[in-house]
């Protein structure tokens, strides 16, 4: 089956500890994007890669990393997680990256931060 | 700057009657519009879209309306089924080739569909 997997779903951690959001697809898909969803502020796209070591900014990358050593796992990094950061994150992966694509995208990692 | 809105954040409707969800956008670069539908602890899942060279694009009970000159976008579900209840997202993006392009979501309406 097709699809985008996150881990945790669930994450409740403390200020400063550094964390890291899998994700990995099995469809062989060229692009990968990190978004959140904030009440009143729809998805907002953190980071996204074009291809294995290509990656850049999205609208809001400030407090994120990412890296991309591998097609499949697209890993979202916290190195110094503060409560701002507290939100519903998703991953998504497509073809060739072209946003006219549908994404398909993982069930979500709801991350709190105290 | 929220270049892409949906202004109504819920919207509830009987079964079997019409939905319609509103979008309207800014920038008139975007030449490309995306429905995304979402379940609860779910991810979103692509629905329809629309070209600006079309002004309505129709698969099954979904059609999607689009009015250029108004920046302003819909989509009618018709009848509407309870399984309908989600969050739709609103997207929109340039067309572009070579990948990367943006998208820019709008906030989201819930839609409850009542028996």
């Known amino acids: 089956e097709a699809q985008v997997t996150q881990n945790p779903r669930y994450l409740i951690t403390v200020t400063g500890k550094k964390l890291t959001v899998t994700c990995s697809q099995n469809?062989?898909?060229?692009?990968m994007s990190w978004y959140r969803q904030d009440p009143g502020l729809g998805l907002r796209q953190i980071y996204y890669?074009?291809?294995?070591?290509?990656?850049d900014k999205g609208d809001v990358p400030e407090g994120y990393k990412v890296s991309r050593k591998e097609k499949r796992n697209f890993p979202l990094i916290l190195e110094s997680p503060s409560p701002n950061q507290t939100s519903l994150y998703f991953c998504?992966?497509?073809?060739?990256?072209?946003?006219?694509?549908?994404?398909?995208f993982g069930d979500g990692t709801r991350l709190s931060i105290l | 700057d929220q270049q892409v809105k949906q202004n109504s954040p819920s919207l509830s409707v009987q079964e079997g009657r019409i939905s319609i969800l509103n979008c309207d956008y800014t920038?008139?670069?975007?030449?490309?519009f995306l429905w995304y539908k979402k379940y609860p602890a779910e991810g979103p899942t692509f629905l329809i879209s629309?070209?600006?060279?079309?002004d309505k694009n129709e698969d099954g009970r979904f059609t999607v309306f689009l009015n250029k000159s108004a920046k302003h976008l819909s989509l009618h579900i018709v009848p509407s089924q309870p399984g309908d209840s989600a969050v739709y997202f609103c997207?929109?993006?340039?067309?572009?080739?070579?990948?990367?392009?943006?998208?820019?979501f709008g906030t989201g309406t819930q839609l409850k569909v009542e028996l």
């Open positions: 998504a992966s497509s073809e060739s990256g072209n946003a006219i694509e549908p994404q398909h």
């Open positions: 469809m062989n898909h060229e692009y």
């Open positions: 890669s074009m291809n294995v070591e290509v990656t």
């Open positions: 920038n008139s670069m975007f030449d490309y």
């Open positions: 629309i070209s600006s060279i079309k």
């Open positions: 997207a929109a993006t340039t067309r572009r080739t070579g990948g990367g392009n943006k998208l820019t």
